[in-house]
C-alpha cells in the first residue's frame, strides 16, 4: 500500500473527477474510495497507483483510494 498526501481538487471534467496534487507537483487522478473529499482539503491517502489504468479527464495517474486521512484543521 502506498500513502500520498496534498491538496484535493474537484473538477467537473468529464462529469466531474478528484485530484490530489503533492507537493513536490506530481497530480494523481483519485478513484475508489473518494467519499468525504472536499475541494482544497489537505490529506493523506492509502492505496494504490494503478500503473495499467487511464482516466479519460487524463489528469495524472490514477491513484485507487481505499482510506482517506485529513490533514486540514
Do not use: H, N, P
Request: proline share 0%; net charge negative; charged share 25%.
Amino acid at each position: 500500500m502506498t500513502k500520498i498526501s496534498g491538496t484535493v481538487r474537484r473538477s467537473d471534467l468529464e462529469g466531474g473527477l478528484w485530484t490530489l496534487e503533492t507537493a513536490s507537483g506530481d497530480r494523481y487522478q483519485l478513484s475508489g474510495e473518494t467519499k468525504g473529499l472536499e475541494d482544497g482539503m489537505k490529506a493523506e491517502l492509502s492505496g494504490k497507483v494503478e500503473t495499467s489504468q487511464m482516466g479519460f479527464g487524463m489528469a495524472g495517474a490514477i491513484f485507487s483510494v481505499s482510506s482517506v486521512k485529513s490533514l486540514s484543521t
